[in-house]
């Protein structure tokens, strides 16, 4: 569906069903309509980022058979956790600059209102359902560290290394040729641009075709050559060769969202992830933040996130997004507004705005939905994406603040 018609799907059905700010079954008023009852959506529906698996048709399957919203979202989040080629999450996930792998979670529970979160937490694979049973099992909401991997251990959790042989070769690679660069942060004034060029002649042109600047394209393409070369000699087997440079270059944010939606209207969201590569140990990011990774209340909508952990924490882009649909935005307008308060934080300056990358997901609870993100484009020149099963999976385009690609995080 072009995201034009899905956003006017998305106001129409806001205006009919009278959805802002009202729980199933009551009844709610859009300003200059007379008063509805909410209706929950016919389907349920899932918004998440691309797995490559089976786990969002297997959810949509559970969802259609009565399971509880937070386990279909789970069952995702487990599938990406158990997958050790995907390095942004649970087993396989890179490590921190120490080479020990810590987990950052959260879940939400619309139909009970509840939330549960772990953070640097070690050892742990299933780190989302770890923040669901610190919240069935605890009066707490946020376990972290060393209590959190006990807690889980006292639950029944299975202990276990989570550094892969890939993962550790990486973080090798990283350790011989990365820089360990973590400050000044981009939002401090003492924060310069690399010297390597300005943000539209930077060291992505080359993946940046409407930014093109010849020179620098080439730096990367050399760079890229030497750091492939140098991974070889380091005996990291070719697929993961080209990986290894761009972890070097751009450590990942990489983070798995989701939110879904069944047709009581009962709502849940879970995020997890395995944070930021190369982190100084301890690093917190957005993920298992009630408000910015996650956000879910089922009178209203879902949302998470995945992209630069700092900036979301300081919009708490979840929440807000949450809210901007309880005052009637829609699911895109709303993931927009808190794009615009990132962006405002660097009072709109693209020269840093460059080095920063998020995309929302969201679901409000009449089924609309949106995912949106601060650039068009991944660094390989390929739009934003995510994915929705509403019936259909499918992937769809993000809806976009600026249009070209992100920098990622302050190379070199
Ligand atoms: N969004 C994941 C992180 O920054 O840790």
């Not at 199933?24 to 691309?50: C, H, L, M, N, S």
């Not at 992830?273 to 956000?295: E, F, H, N």
């Amino acid at each position: 569906m072009s995201t034009s018609r899905r956003d006017f799907l998305s106001r129409t059905a806001m205006a009919a069903a009278g959805t802002v700010g009202v729980g199933a079954g009551e009844t709610a008023r859009v300003p200059g309509d007379r008063p509805v009852p909410y209706q929950p959506p016919k389907k349920p529906i899932i918004v998440t980022r691309e797995t490559g698996d089976t786990t969002v048709a297997e959810a949509y399957a559970m969802l259609e058979g009565g399971a509880d919203t937070l386990d279909a979202a789970l069952h995702i989040c487990q599938g990406r956790e158990d997958d050790p080629k995907d390095h942004s999450v649970g087993l396989g996930g890179l490590p921190n600059e120490d080479g020990v792998v810590e987990l950052d979670a959260c879940v939400m529970h619309g139909p009970t209102r509840r939330a549960g979160s772990v953070a640097a937490v070690q050892n742990i694979r299933h780190a989302a359902l770890l923040a669901k049973t610190v919240m069935q099992r605890t009066w707490h909401v946020m376990i972290v560290g060393k209590g959190a991997e006990q807690f889980a251990v006292d639950e029944g959790f299975h202990r276990e290394n989570l550094l892969t042989d890939d993962a550790r070769k990486i973080w090798l690679f990283w350790k011989e040729h990365g820089n360990g660069w973590w400050g000044p942060g981009l939002d401090s004034p003492d924060w310069k641009p690399p010297a390597i060029g300005s943000p539209t002649q930077g060291p992505m042109a080359m993946l940046m075709p409407r930014h093109p600047a010849p020179e620098y394209a080439q730096t990367i393409r050399d760079t890229m050559r030497r750091l492939s070369a140098m991974a070889e000699r380091m005996g990291i087997r070719p697929e993961l060769r080209r990986e290894a440079a761009l972890q070097v270059l751009w450590p990942t944010t990489g983070t798995i969202h989701v939110s879904a939606l069944n047709t009581k209207g009962e709502m849940s969201g879970a995020t997890t992830t395995s944070g930021l590569a190369w982190k100084i140990p301890g690093r917190v990011g957005d993920s298992p933040i009630i408000g910015a990774g996650c956000y879910t209340d089922q009178d209203i909508g879902s949302a998470g996130a995945t992209g630069n952990g700092e900036e979301n924490i300081k919009v708490a882009g979840a929440h807000t997004i949450v809210d901007q649909m309880r005052q009637g935005a829609t699911p895109k307008e709303a993931g927009m507004e808190a794009l615009r308060r990132i962006a405002r934080n660097y009072n709109n300056d693209m020269a840093k705005l460059r080095y920063l990358d998020m995309i929302y997901y969201i679901v409000r609870r009449d089924g609309a939905y949106a995912g949106v993100s601060l650039w068009s484009t991944r660094g390989t020149g390929v739009r934003k994406n995510f994915v929705v099963h509403d019936g259909v999976l499918r992937t769809e385009p993000c809806d976009y603040l600026y249009e070209g690609t992100t920098l990622s995080i302050h190379p070199f």
